[in-house]
């Protein structure tokens, strides 16, 4: 008996031709009648590198295998293939290989789509998106203007990963044990100009809409936690001869009167400026220490640090003078980057003060009895306010709900709303990216490119490496 042999190869090339010439895929039935569409999207690949993996197609077989189930069941299936193109993979790429990003960038989409081609997967070609193409980006272009005439899109002064070897900020997951993950170099943070996307604006709906959702209330929950609403007050510190004041947030303005110290984060725009003579190395030092560490570190720290900026701020309600700190334990994205401390009824502030030998006043008396010798902060919100001039003998849960507006009415804040979501960072300091469509002008300030005009296209350049 002869020996049968599957030639593979030369059968897959017969059959994809044909299905090339005659698609499985009509947008019409046999008699002529449009079938009901069925739209399958699968997550754009990164063309950033040699070609797809197996760990791609593990992801596009399930939608491959779904897309022709739904085909057999007599729909067009709408089943669309882009190329998430622009960005840090496709450009770290280019920059590896020394090639043009355009170039490079072509090339890796051509191998990939004749991978696709070869594995035969059901796509509908005709809808082929390139984040790259200025016909696509337009449309980007054409929201961010939208978005920044209606104030959601605006430029903030913004403290973002830096790779000083590299010139060029990073993005959290290329920071690895505080080194550049290309090049090894230790990583600072530097404050850059960077535009903003206001998801804050829609906090509340967020929040609200959450039980319109059929999740499970542990991930709600999460998610609750992750936009954290908190209501309280900003209050106003005059710094010791000097204009500035800082604002600070709190929840609880009932203990402004146990306010002994005030806490910077070492980002924060006064920090710098508030060392004296005799504390500017410390205080400069700190400042880059801190800026070596992730937020995530920061916050997981468990021996507080911090450095006396030498400066004083006014407590608005007493008058005392209130010395400033930096401590990496507050972040410059979360309130105002700046908190007043209550040692004796907050752990933080207490662990804080308790290292550094700072005043600790007690201002809720626990069962209308003051604590002698404070071991430990007295955190619960239930008691008699003491020690707080006019605010003494109120209940501190009634004084907690109307101390904001009392701050009000004394010209010294104001009561606020406060989440823990932040407003998203959209900048990047790349060349390999869709122009964002607003001009600087130094008389009118920032102003969109006209609508008509749009799309503004990447200039093509011979270098585009990051410089600094």
């Known amino acids: 008996?002869?020996?049968?042999?599957?030639?593979?190869?030369?059968?897959?090339?017969?059959?994809?031709?044909?299905?090339?010439?005659?698609?499985?895929?009509?947008?019409?039935?046999?008699?002529?009648?449009?079938?009901?569409?069925?739209?399958?999207?699968?997550?754009?690949?990164?063309?950033?590198?040699?070609?797809?993996?197996?760990?791609?197609?593990?992801?596009?077989?399930?939608?491959?295998?779904?897309?022709?189930?739904?085909?057999?069941?007599?729909?067009?299936?709408?089943?669309?293939?882009?190329?998430?193109?622009?960005?840090?993979?496709?450009?770290?790429?280019a920059i590896k290989m020394?090639?043009?990003?355009a170039k490079s960038t072509a090339e890796n989409v051509a191998n990939i789509k004749r991978q696709i081609d070869e594995i035969a997967a059901l796509y509908d070609w005709d809808m082929e998106v390139n984040t790259t193409d200025p016909e696509f980006y337009k449309w980007t272009q054409w929201i961010f203007v939208k978005m920044f005439k209606e104030g959601l899109a605006y430029?903030?002064?913004?403290?973002?990963?830096?790779?000083?070897?590299c010139k060029t900020g990073l993005a959290n997951e290329e920071v690895v044990?505080?080194?550049?993950?290309?090049?090894?170099?230790?990583?600072?943070?530097?404050?850059?100009?960077?535009?903003?996307?206001?998801?804050?604006?829609?906090?509340?709906?967020?929040?609200?809409?959450?039980?319109?959702?059929?999740?499970?209330?542990?991930?709600?929950?999460?998610?609750?936690?992750?936009?954290?609403?908190?209501?309280?007050?900003?209050?106003?510190?005059?710094?010791?001869?000097?204009?500035?004041?800082i604002t600070v947030y709190t929840t609880r303005p009932d203990t402004l009167y146990g306010a002994t110290f005030m806490v910077l984060a070492p980002e924060h725009e006064l920090a710098a400026s508030l060392a004296v003579p005799e504390t500017k190395e410390s205080v400069e030092k700190y400042i880059y220490d801190a800026s070596m560490k992730s937020n995530v570190d920061r916050l997981q720290d468990k021996e507080k640090t911090g450095v006396f900026t030498g400066s004083y701020a006014i407590n608005p309600l007493n008058g005392e003078k209130t010395p400033i700190w930096l401590s990496d334990y507050v972040l410059a994205d979360y309130g105002t980057g700046a908190i007043m401390c209550v040692p004796a009824h907050d752990d933080r502030d207490f662990e804080f003060a308790k290292k550094f030998d700072l005043p600790i006043v007690q201002v809720i008396a626990k069962d209308g009895v003051e604590i002698e010798h404070m071991t430990e902060a007295y955190t619960d919100a239930a008691g008699t306010m003491i020690n707080s001039g006019e605010w003494n003998g109120m209940e501190s849960a009634v004084l907690k709900k109307e101390a904001p507006h009392m701050i009000e009415k004394r010209g010294i804040g104001h009561a606020t709303?406060?989440?823990?979501?932040?407003?998203?960072?959209?900048?990047?300091?790349?060349?390999?990216?869709?122009?964002?469509?607003?001009?600087?002008?130094?008389?009118?300030?920032?102003?969109?490119?006209?609508?008509?005009?749009?799309?503004?296209?990447?200039?093509?350049?011979?270098?585009?490496?990051?410089?600094?």
């Not at 020394?98 to 990003?101: A, F």
């Not at 469509?437 to 490496?465: F, K, M, Q, T």
Request: charged letters at 30%; glycine letters at 8%.
């Open 1 to 93: 008996m002869s020996k049968i042999v599957y030639n593979h190869k030369a059968i897959e090339k017969k059959w994809r031709e044909k299905w090339a010439e005659n698609p499985v895929n009509p947008k019409v039935d046999d008699d002529g009648n449009k079938k009901q569409k069925y739209y399958c999207l699968d997550m754009f690949p990164y063309p950033s590198g040699n070609g797809l993996h197996v760990g791609h197609w593990r992801g596009y077989v399930i939608s491959d295998v779904w897309s022709r189930y739904k085909l057999l069941q007599g729909h067009y299936i709408v089943h669309p293939m882009g190329w998430d193109a622009f960005g840090l993979p496709a450009e770290n790429y």
């Open 177 to 245: 044990n505080g080194k550049c993950e290309r090049c090894g170099t230790d990583v600072t943070k530097k404050n850059l100009r960077q535009w903003m996307l206001k998801i804050t604006a829609y906090a509340e709906r967020l929040l609200n809409d959450l039980d319109k959702l059929d999740w499970p209330e542990k991930v709600k929950k999460m998610q609750s936690d992750w936009i954290g609403k908190s209501y309280g007050a900003e209050v106003d510190f005059p710094v010791d001869g000097r204009e500035e004041k």
């Open 417 to 468: 709303v406060n989440y823990k979501l932040r407003d998203w960072v959209f900048s990047r300091q790349r060349y390999w990216g869709e122009p964002i469509p607003i001009i600087h002008c130094p008389d009118c300030g920032a102003v969109p490119v006209p609508e008509e005009e749009l799309p503004l296209r990447l200039p093509d350049v011979e270098s585009y490496e990051p410089t600094g």
């Open 98 to 101: 020394g090639v043009h990003p």
């Open 155 to 165: 430029e903030k002064e913004f403290p973002i990963n830096w790779c000083p070897s």
